[in-house]
């Protein structure tokens, strides 16, 4: 129960600097949706094939996030760098949202072909519609897009920084070894999608 009391002083503490009591529900609720919708994902596709093209990436992804957030919360708590200006922190609430609708969506789109662990199905086809035609990782932009909201939320730069960098390192592995599968199952099929469609963010990366 230690790791629990650990949590709940923390979000205790970060209550007390909360902009408002409507601020510190939304928080709350968005957090636990994040952590339902991440549960639910994590049941996807396990039992379907061997993992060993998976190469540890769903695990570093998963350390990673929890990683940054437990770093995160600490910077939080002890506000090294606080963000005072309360619209920021509202802001990051939209942010930690939109994050979230957009990796639930891209995972909803891909439909069957979605597996947390990387595994080329049989029957597999490459998904380029919907989100998939602006970046080639909608989820895992959501992901991050919901990390940096939190950081915004906690109102620590620190914090934003953390939650920017750490999971990133696990995402970017991810990606690595997810490509790598699809340029083997659709060769240059995926490679042409490669170049014409950036991987994170439209346009730019």
Known sequence: MEPFSAIARLLGLLSV????????????ALLVLWMASELFVGRLGLHLLSVESDRGSALAVLLAGMG???????????RWLPIYEAWARWIGLA???AGLALRVFAILWLGPMFTRLVQILPGHRLVTS??????????????????V???????D?????LLLVVPFVGVWYRIRVEEEA?????????R??????????????
Do not use: K
Request: hydrophobic share 55%; charged share 10%.
């Open 68 to 78: 940054g957030m437990g770093l995160a919360f600490i910077a939080a708590n002890f």
């Open 17 to 28: 600097h909360a902009p408002s009591r409507e601020w510190a529900f939304a928080f709350s």
């Open 130 to 147: 919907g989100p998939y035609r602006f970046v080639r990782h909608p989820s895992y932009s959501g992901l991050l897009l919901f990390f």
């Open 149 to 155: 909201g939190l950081g915004l939320a906690l109102g």
């Open 157 to 161: 730069w620190l914090s934003v920084l």
């Open 95 to 97: 942010v930690m949202g």
């Open 192 to 205: 042409a999608y490669m170049e014409r469609v950036r991987g994170l963010l439209p346009f730019v990366f």
């Open 182 to 190: 699809l340029l083997g199952a659709f060769s240059n099929e995926y």
